[in-house]
């Protein structure tokens, strides 16, 4: 138990010098400004984020996938087995 102890003034003291020095772990840094690519596909500021940095590199955004493809996606994630043909 001490140990544990030891450890959370431990990050404690880290994360209050960080804090002085405004030296912040990347997790509470702001986001960068971007402009909006599209009032459409810029719907919130980190799709702003990820048009722009698709733009920058030369990439697009796929094209919206079709009931089908989403409904085996959900499948995949929820459950890791795809749909039954007969629930697709």
Do not use: N
Not at 33 to 62: K, W, Y
Request: hydrophobic share 50%; with cysteine.
């Amino acid at each position: 138990m001490r140990r544990v102890q030891s450890h959370i003034l431990y990050c404690a003291l880290i994360f209050q010098s960080a804090a002085v020095a405004k030296d912040l772990p990347w997790s509470f840094a702001r986001l960068p400004s971007m402009p909006a690519a599209s009032p459409v596909a810029a719907a919130a500021r980190i799709d702003q984020l990820i048009a722009t940095r698709l733009r920058d590199s030369g990439l697009s955004s796929a094209a919206e996938a079709d009931r089908r493809t989403l409904l085996r996606r959900l499948s995949f994630d929820l459950v890791g087995l795809p749909p039954s043909p007969g629930a697709v």
